[in-house]
């Protein structure tokens, strides 16, 4: 078999054709990168100076500025809960509700909510579901003057998805966030978020998100993030520097050409009215956030209608990451899985001109490189064994182009970094910083390959059809330090 | 690509790799410094201010007191960036306040510097800088630069036009409202709440004579405009306007008539009028939303709501539903629900 | 001498507001969070707190009605920037808001309530 092997990617044709097809790919994946940085360094410079000019404060004070609800989904989460519940109810937005979905927990989150906020029930009978989901069982609000703000939706088990379709359902604003309840949002997370909406001019905003950061061993006081640290094992840390360089590099720069495509689950703000036209969430497939996104500019192409779907550089929402390799290489199984099935959804768009850029520009993108990515370094891992047992390589140049290509991951990821020291102030102590550093360069080692391991078994999965859900992530819970 | 080449590259990866570390270092070092500055300068200030505002009869703060310690703490005509933020709070703190200590604080802006900084940066051909340099002038109550800013009302950059249309109604008032309907550009959200705002803050007294010779616009932005001032101030006389936009074509237009009517109770007859429209509204989520209006704002009109119960839209029938069952009419719903599903039975309440 | 209690995170506001208190005959705390109040002045009783309501950590309605759970005082005067009328609904249905100013506020509104209760 290694003869007949060797014989086919002997012939010089194949031996030729591989070695093009990963440096072309190389070579386009660098411009993108390069692109990327530039873009992106454009619109974080924009972005803060546009804020110059709708501070804060002009937002916390103004009338007439559209209501958001917050919509969070929580399932089995009675450990936490009421933490969590207090934390979302503290965001500071004149016009806020806030929307608890119990998605049919078996725990006791429910009693605990009941007693903590002195919810009472509400008659659901007439409740509308433009969006079909899972039974509503009961509406609950607060009897406390305290509470006004909050609504608790307890229905039947039925998944992310549902969950937030039930509060989309439920919510009566302008605006709808889609989070999870075990994330801490920053105070003034939705005065930033609404802001692109305030300031929508030619365009109509369908989406917008917000940097998300990892925040495993920090410190969390009354719901607020009271300290940001470095997470202690490897795993976190290095997702870290992999959300700054997603977020801050790879969105802002789509963003940038209104290229988005993906508005992430765990924060992201969209008109309601957007949300029900398109039917809300895709309760089918465990990538929704990225389905959505895609859907929801799909909508707008076709009534034609321009539209633009935005990202924030600042981290306005803080998750813990998985803490291990098993729980990583679950969360990118998901992901994988997700990815596949959102391509497949929207294979209609591939190359198509009717939708424009889309068609033509970002679907390709994210077929070739973020679906193609892990398959293409599978292979590429496959064809370095099987060269190498032949002796056709030459170890010397391949040795200096690892360590070429190796050293322009590092660069990218330093640009990322320093990017976002000079533009935010979460990282600002030297160790830190050095810290995040060290794990930038440890990526490539410890981390990635457990990745396109995680990516691998998702295609693998999705291939043989084996039958997978979201899959547990268990989480640690954040440091919580009482006031 | 050989050796030679590959470690070349290498080489001037490394080189670059060795500028980010720099840039790193430079900038959290630059920043450390920065912020302790901003710090100072922020505490100064706000002493300085309350010490002016509240003068102790015993010990008084004296003009050349205050120009001593900015200077002190870094406001030179050299430092630009310390001159900066200086404007940005003292921008902050005249947004703050009204009445008596609002003259005096304009007062003392008077004698303090930066000196005709923002005007200068008006002439920048950088729209951040121009823009900035509109706002701080209106923020500032610069009236005497109204000519050079008026300019900029129709320019192609939004920032720009905006701060200067901002300013338009700073320093005319509602004789604003002479132009502002006509502008050659669309106006964002966030203008039209800022020039609410600012007219609502600086000319509480409402001139009526601009404001109905405006209606004559059929700018969709102008429209939606006009109605947010005749709701924030209140104005009765001119529900007439909203109402009439309730069946606009246009979509915004509509929800924000919608929204503007909440803030009104209006008159049987207008109520009438409402309810007479409310089938020429297209869009489902908005006549559910002027459907709650007409509902806490009117006695129940059993035959209006039978009509909607009957009507075609699933959410308004629900809604409608709910109105009547909640209200003595638990009846017509169960009759309407039989007719609908006549094999099962209700389960509600 | 009676005492007042000002939480204001604004720096600015919080030093106008305390030269206002100071001069009206009153001794002021002055405080930029809950957080910076003392055991011993968690023990006076107030004859006026003078607040924001933003802050981290806490929602508006949530700190007002510990304000008026842990701390004594006869007057609650809440002086914020979110002042739309919504929010002032609310901070009035908890009742015990002796004032509801949203900025921009006249200064000497408030002033007169001092000195008023001087008298």
């Known amino acids: 078999m290694l003869d007949s092997l060797e014989t086919f990617f002997g012939s010089g044709i194949v031996f030729d054709l591989t070695n093009y097809f990963f440096f072309t790919y190389g070579i386009l994946l660098l411009c993108l990168y390069f692109t990327g940085v530039v873009l992106a360094s454009r619109a974080i410079r924009r972005t803060k100076r546009k804020a110059n000019f709708l501070q804060v404060a002009d937002v916390v004070s103004a009338t007439d500025i559209p209501s958001v609800t917050l919509v969070a989904p929580a399932f089995n989460e009675g450990m936490t809960i009421i933490e969590n519940v207090k934390s979302l109810l503290s965001i500071q937005y004149p016009y806020y509700e806030l929307i608890l979905v119990n998605d ?5 989150s429910m009693e605990k909510l009941i007693r903590e906020f002195d919810l009472e029930k509400h008659d659901a009978s007439f409740i509308s579901q433009p969006i079909p989901t899972a039974l509503v069982r009961n509406i609950y609000r607060s009897r406390n003057k305290k509470y006004t703000h909050l609504t608790v939706i307890d229905k039947n088990n039925g998944g992310r998805a549902d969950a937030l379709n039930a509060g989309i359902n439920f919510a009566t604003t302008e605006l709808v966030v889609c989070t999870d309840a075990d994330c801490i949002i920053e105070q ?58 997603a ?50 500019r799909r909508h707008m192409e076709d009534l034609g209608i ?81 060269f190498g047992l032949f002796g056709w390589i030459n170890w010397p140049v391949a040795i200096l182009l690892f360590l070429a290509v190796y050293l322009l991951g590092c660069i990218f990821s330093t640009a990322a970094i320093f990017m976002y020291v000079k533009s935010f102030d979460h990282y600002t102590k030297p160790r830190q910083v050095i810290e995040l550093l060290l794990a930038a360069y440890l990526e490539p080692f410890v981390y990635h390959p457990v990745i396109v391991f995680g990516q691998m078994k998702g295609y693998y999965k999705k291939l043989f059809r084996i039958q997978s859900g979201w899959g547990t992530m268990t989480r640690k819970g954040f440091k919580v330090s009482e006031s | 690509m050989n050796e030679v080449t590959l470690l070349l590259l290498i080489k001037i990866l490394l080189v670059l790799l060795v500028v980010y570390w720099i840039a790193i270092g430079i900038s959290m070092f630059y920043r450390r410094i920065r912020m302790r500055r901003l710090a100072i300068i922020e505490e100064t200030f706000a002493d300085l201010v309350s ?129 502002l309907p006509y502008l050659k550009w669309n106006m964002t959200l966030w203008q039209q709440i800022k020039i609410v705002e600012k007219l609502y803050d600086l000319y509480p007294q409402p001139d009526l004579k601009w404001l109905q010779k405006a209606y004559e616009t059929d700018r969709s932005f102008a429209k939606r405009l006009l109605m947010r001032i005749i709701r924030k101030f209140e104005l009765h006389s001119e529900i007439d306007y909203i109402m009439k936009h309730l069946t606009d074509e246009d979509y915004e237009v509509r929800e924000t008539a919608i929204y503007c009517i909440k803030t009104f109770a209006v008159s049987r007859a207008d109520m009438s009028f409402i309810k007479a429209e409310f089938d020429k509204i297209p869009e489902p989520t908005q006549q559910l939303q002027l459907m709650n209006y007409i509902f806490e704002n009117s006695d129940i009109d059993v035959p209006f709501y039978l009509e909607q119960l009957y009507g075609p839209n699933e959410d308004i029938r629900l809604s409608v539903a709910e109105i009547l069952w909640n209200n003595g009419h638990k009846q017509k719903v169960q009759e309407f629900y039989l007719q609908q599903y006549p094999n099962t039975s209700m389960h509600v309440g | 001498m009676k005492k007042v209690l000002v939480i204001q995170e604004d720096l600015i506001i919080l030093k106008i507001l305390e030269r206002l208190v100071n001069l009206n005959n009153y001794s002021c705390k002055a405080i930029r969070s809950l957080n910076e109040l003392s055991i011993e002045d968690q023990q006076n009783n107030f004859d006026f707190i003078i607040s924001d309501i933003l802050f981290e950590g806490i929602a508006p309605l949530q700190f007002v009605a ?36 949203a900025v ?9 309530t001092l000195k008023a209760y001087n008298e």
């Open chain 1, 306 to 386: 321009p539209y633009k779907v935005v990202y924030l550089p600042e981290t306005l929402c803080w998750t813990e990451g998985p803490p291990d390799y098993s729980i990583l290489v679950k969360q990118r199984d998901r992901w994988a899985r997700g990815l596949w099935e959102t391509m497949a959804i929207n294979k209609k768009l591939f190359f198509n001109p009717k939708y424009r850029f889309m068609g033509i520009l970002y679907y390709p993108y994210w077929l070739f490189f973020e679906f193609g990515a892990p398959l293409v370094e599978f292979f590429g891992l496959l064809c370095i064994i099987a």
């Open chain 1, 188 to 245: 003034d997370a939705l005065i930033k978020m609404v802001r692109p909406y305030l300031e929508e001019n030619k365009k109509e905003i369908i989406a917008c998100g917000g940097g998300i950061g990892i925040a495993n061993d920090s410190i969390i006081r009354n719901g607020v993030m009271k300290e940001l640290r470095l997470p202690n094992s490897i795993v976190p840390m290095v997702q870290v520097v992999e959300y700054i360089r």
């Open chain 1, 247 to 296: 977020f801050l590099l790879g969105r802002m720069a789509w963003g940038e050409i209104n290229g988005l495509m993906l508005v992430s689950g765990a924060f992201g703000m969209y008109p309601r009215k957007r949300l029900l036209e398109v039917g809300g969430f895709d309760a089918k497939t465990v990538g929704e956030d990225l389905e959505l996104c895609i859907r929801l």
């Open chain 1, 104 to 108: 049919g927990s078996k725990d006791d």
């Open chain 3, 66 to 101: 510990q304000v008026q759970e842990i701390l004594l005082h006869k007057n609650l005067l809440i002086v914020t920037n979110m002042g739309q009328d919504k929010i002032k609904q609310e901070i009035f249905a908890l009742s015990g808001i002796a004032g509801f100013y």
């Open chain 2, 51 to 179: 010490r002016y505002l509240y003068n102790d009869p015993e010990n008084p703060i004296s003009i050349s007191q205050i120009n001593d310690r900015l200077k002190k703490i870094g406001i030179r005509p050299g430092n630009r960036n310390n001159i900066q933020y200086l404007i940005s709070l003292m921008i902050r703190t005249q947004r703050t306040i009204i009445g008596s200590n609002f003259i005096k604080l304009q007062k003392l802006y008077g004698m303090i510097p930066p000196y005709g900084v923002s005007i200068a940066k008006i002439g920048s051909w950088n729209w951040y800088r121009q823009a900035r340099g509109i706002r701080e002038i209106y923020e500032m109550n610069q009236s005497h630069y109204l000519d050079e800013v008026l300019k900029y009302r129709n320019d192609k950059n939004i920032y720009v036009r905006r701060e200067a249309q901002i300013a338009m109604v700073v320093f005319l008032g509602w004789e604003s409202l002479r132009f």
């Open chain 3, 104 to 112: 921009p506020i006249d200064l000497d509104e408030i002033d007169a």
